[in-house]
């Protein structure tokens, strides 16, 4: 191995945790993300099934 090439091989080896941690990082932020509006989302289809539920009663 020359040694520049060992200098890259090290610069790589400290590199690729950076950009792993980076990654879930990213990773994470996206699923809080995408949770909160999974969140929203269930919130109005249960609103919307309540409105089903009082619509359906009033008929009766």
């Not at 990213?26 to 609103?47: C, E, F, G, P, V």
Request: glycine fraction near 4%; proline fraction near 2%.
């Amino acid at each position: 191995m020359l040694k520049g090439q060992s200098k890259y091989v090290l610069t790589q080896k400290l590199m690729t945790p950076l950009m792993m941690a980076r990654q879930n990082l990213n990773i994470y932020q996206y699923i809080k993300k995408s949770a909160k509006q999974r969140l929203t989302l269930s919130k109005t289809i249960q609103d919307i099934c309540k409105r089903i539920f009082m619509w359906l009663f009033q008929g009766t």
